[in-house]
């Protein structure tokens, strides 16, 4: 399928051949959630822990005889069922990454980028080079472009200048071509391919 693309300032810049079986496909949901799922779960920090029984600061001495009292028998003031005793199968420090083979990562990009191009949401530009690293300058062109929320994901390489102006606008976000992922395309409201990203991201998945 054929594209048109575009420069920074709005202009025709000649359109461009997208490959079907990557920018094609009929979007499947159940492909990107298992992506976006193991992406998430492998993000995830898995820090929450919690004080067993063994954990609390209590001494382990018999808290009262054994028989009686006329009470229930207990033998430790940090057993789960007294007031800031230990937690009974709490959570512990875990990672939550499950597998997830290449091959479907792979087609889940696809389909990632079929889902932007279904949508009308897949935007292509000549090139994102800027001479001046000017944020200004740049948050007025993006604003006249109408980019809310852009994902712009470049070559093997982002521009250096455009990096930095794009840094401190926070409804962009610039990507290298190995920086794409399923997670952020489909967040974004609009995705930017540079020709060179196409390229790229044709040559990571054919």
């Known amino acids: ?11 025709t810049a000649g359109s461009v051949e997208l490959n079907d079986e990557i920018f ?19 993000a995830m920090a898995g820090t929450h822990d919690v004080l067993g029984r063994s954990e609390v600061s209590y001494s382990t001495k018999k808290i009262y005889r054994q028989k009686g009292t006329g009470g229930a028998r207990h033998g430790s003031r940090g057993a789960p069922i007294f007031r800031s005793g230990g937690t009974y199968k709490g959570p512990t420090p875990r990672s939550h990454a499950h597998d997830l083979t290449k091959k479907f ?12 191009v279904a949508a009308g ?9 800027v001479k ?22 470049d070559g093997a390489e982002v521009n250096e200048n455009f990096a930095k102006a794009a840094a401190n ?17 489909l967040k974004s409201d609009t995705l930017v391919l540079t020709k060179a990203g196409v ?8």
């Open 199 to 206: 390229e790229a991201l044709e040559a990571r998945l054919s």
């Open 1 to 11: 399928m054929k594209a048109d693309a575009i420069k920074l300032d709005g202009k």
């Open 24 to 42: 094609g496909l009929e979007p499947r949901k159940d492909i990107l959630h298992r992506v976006v799922r193991w992406q998430r779960n492998k």
């Open 132 to 153: 001046d690293a000017k944020t200004g300058v740049l948050a007025k062109m993006v604003g006249a472009l109408g980019w809310k929320r852009a994902l712009i994901i």
């Open 121 to 129: 949401e897949l935007v292509i530009v000549d090139t994102i080079d």
């Open 169 to 185: 606008i926070t409804t962009i976000n610039v990507l290298p071509s190995m920086g794409a992922n399923v997670y952020d395309i």
């Open 105 to 116: 990562r792979k087609l889940g990009l696809k389909h990632a980028l079929s889902a932007k």
